[in-house]
Nanobody, 123 residues
Framework: QVQVAESGGGLVQAGGSLRLSCAASGGTFGRYVMGWFRQAPGKQRELVAAISAGGLRIYSSDSVKGRFTITRSNAKNTVYLQMNSLKAEDTAVYYC????????????????WGQGTQVTVSS
């Protein structure tokens, strides 16, 4: 069992930056693909970015490519999401999730989820 917990959300003005962190415990972190999802009010949850277990493969959605960067530290059991040039449409609850099924883009392949952290971008 892996437990994950997000932190770093908050309120930021459009054009600003935030860095989300997700700390994992209870399992072998370096075996899991880690993903950041988000869910805006009235919308389905979507994958924002994912990173392979070793950190060599990365997926970013088109909506955040060039603005958001996912990284991980297996030594610290932590995955990060650096968010730059934030837009009002980035407002959502952001979730960290762990997958033992490879670099997947759909949430059913992610086994362990955090509680989420709210990111609000004011325009």
């Amino acid at each position: 069992q892996v437990q994950v917990a997000e932190s770093g959300g908050g309120l930021v003005q459009a054009g600003g930056s935030l860095r989300l962190s997700c700390a994992a415990s209870g399992g072998t972190f370096g075996r899991y693909v880690m993903g950041w999802f988000r869910q805006a009010p009235g919308k389905q949850r979507e994958l924002v970015a994912a990173i392979s277990a070793g950190g060599l493969r990365i997926y970013s959605s088109d909506s955040v490519k060039g603005r958001f960067t996912i990284t991980r530290s297996n030594a610290k059991n932590t995955v990060y999401l650096q968010m730059n040039s934030l837009k009002a449409e980035d407002t959502a609850v952001y979730y960290c999730a762990a997958s033992g099924s490879g670099l997947q883009r759909t949430e059913q392949f992610y086994d362990y989820w955090g509680q989420g952290t709210q990111v609000t971008v004011s325009s």
